[in-house]
């Protein structure tokens, strides 16, 4: 006889009441998944997450004690501790910095998605799946915000040379000018240059840094597909 499949084992960190149990109630009606916690603050989802060892975690993006970046900093410290934990981290915000953060050191086994998602079960069971099974996914509304940072017609990709492409995907992967230097056989100086280059052909020049390499990369993944966009089959 064909064993089933083992359900996916998912802890909900959510700090307002009613989300969270509407969040927790679709999700048990889903087959395949199982809901082993609930919690509402940082601090006991790190706890949940030791006690239960699911395989994703799925949390809002602002939760107690300092309502501003919990879910980011969680998805940050499950990259050392858990690295094989997928997260789903859900937003109100379609800025690009917030992305940027949660892929900052590589973009396997995570998810930014509106919080609007929840009332589209299906696009947020692809996320879960998805990240569970070592993907990324970027929620669409996300992807045409940055897409609105340039006027150029088609791929802003395809204005990139061979080498700043190749710079571009070092980035992607979280790595710093010199490590990037180091990966390519390039100077320090040539990477920089090379950076700058591709920025100004992106149309990011005038934003401060940290704001362009995350633009750069998200920009890279989704159009190269190694992020999927929010509603996209899994793998």
């Given at each position: 006889m064909v064993e089933e499949p083992a359900?996916?084992?998912?802890?909900?960190?959510?700090?307002?009441?009613?989300?969270r149990e509407g969040i927790v109630r679709m999700l048990e009606r889903q087959e395949g998944i199982e809901v082993v916690a609930v919690c509402g603050d940082l601090p006991?989802?790190?706890a949940a997450v030791e006690a239960s060892r699911p395989d994703v975690v799925l949390t809002d993006?602002?939760?107690p004690p300092s309502h501003e970046d919990e879910g980011i900093r969680a998805a940050s410290e499950?990259?050392?501790?858990?690295?094989?934990?997928?997260?789903?981290v859900l937003s109100q915000?379609?800025?690009?910095?917030?992305?940027?953060?949660?892929f900052?050191?590589?973009?396997e086994r995570r998810a930014y998605l509106l919080k609007e998602r929840v009332s589209e079960p299906e696009q947020l069971l692809a996320a879960i799946r998805q990240v569970a099974g070592g993907g990324s996914v970027v929620d669409p509304k996300v992807v045409e915000a940055l897409m609105a940072i340039?006027?150029?017609?088609?791929?802003?990709?395809?204005?990139?040379?061979?080498?700043?492409?190749?710079?571009?995907?070092e980035i992607a992967q979280g790595k710093s000018n010199a490590a990037v230097a180091e990966a390519l056989v390039l100077s320090l100086r040539a990477v920089e240059k090379h950076i700058n280059s591709l920025f100004a052909k992106l149309g990011l020049s005038g934003e401060v840094d940290v704001h362009r390499r995350v633009k750069a990369v998200l920009l890279y993944?989704?159009?190269?597909?190694?992020?999927?966009?929010g509603g996209a089959s899994t793998t």
């Open positions: 359900a996916l084992r998912l802890v909900v960190a959510e700090d307002v009441l009613i989300t006991e989802l790190l993006i602002r939760m499950l990259r050392h501790s858990h690295p094989e934990m997928g997260v789903v915000f379609t800025e690009a910095a917030w992305a940027l953060e949660l900052a050191e590589g973009s340039t006027t150029q017609k088609g791929s802003p990709l395809g204005h990139l040379s061979q080498r700043e492409l190749e710079v571009l995907a993944l989704s159009e190269t597909g190694a992020i999927e966009r």
